[in-house]
């Protein structure tokens, strides 16, 4: 790439970052921020219009719904986006921790990522279903399924940078598969990432 493409691009990353950082409003940070995520995957894109891109992300952005980087993507590419939410059955992972509410103390420093531990999956939630039968890690393909259980709302975790210390898990959000996926990863067993 010339010299002056490579500034221009990084001149429009710069550009992205002061809109994701001014939003007046959480939900106007989501709608801003999947949109730029969609603009960046669509410059690669047109750079290399053969190119296959595996796009590693949160499931609610991932997810084909409302503004979301996902629903943005199956509009401007059909069914050529395959939207793979991961889930998992129990285990850890890392995110910080924030308190939950507006009566934790508030700090300007974040806090450091922690090692966040979950056990199995509530009964009747998406990520009981999905380990049902004890199987390994497995890829559920819902285009291809018959199944009906996929367009039923269920609890699903939702766990992303932050989670609220203490009650993170009870974190959920209702989840109706075969609307929002092309197809669910599922891994028993979460390990938590290792730093470098």
Do not use: K
Request: proline share 10%; hydrophobic share 35%.
């Amino acid at each position: 790439m010339p010299a002056d493409a490579e500034g221009e691009r990084h001149a429009r990353i710069l550009v992205r970052a002061a809109d994701v950082v001014t939003c007046a409003s959480p939900a106007e940070v989501g709608r801003v921020r999947d949109g730029h995520m969609t603009d960046a995957v669509g410059e690669l894109l047109t750079a290399d219009p053969d190119a296959r891109i595996a796009l590693w992300a949160h499931n609610g952005h991932i997810a084909v719904q409302g503004a979301s980087l996902g629903a943005r993507l199956r509009e401007r590419y059909g069914s050529a986006y395959y939207a793979l939410g991961l889930f998992f059955g129990e285990g850890a992972f890392r995110a910080r921790r924030m308190w939950p509410g507006p009566w934790g103390p508030r700090t300007r420093r974040p806090s450091p990522v922690a090692v966040n531990r979950v056990g199995p999956p509530p009964p009747g939630s998406l990520e009981a279903r999905l380990g049902a039968g004890g199987r390994g890690p497995y890829v559920h393909d819902l285009r291809a399924s018959a199944e009906s259980w996929p367009h039923e709302t269920l609890a699903s975790r939702s766990y992303g940078a932050y989670v609220a210390r203490g009650v993170y898990h009870w974190n959920s959000m209702p989840t109706t598969p075969a609307t929002e996926y092309d197809g669910l990863a599922y891994v028993p067993l979460s390990t938590p990432s290792t730093p470098l």
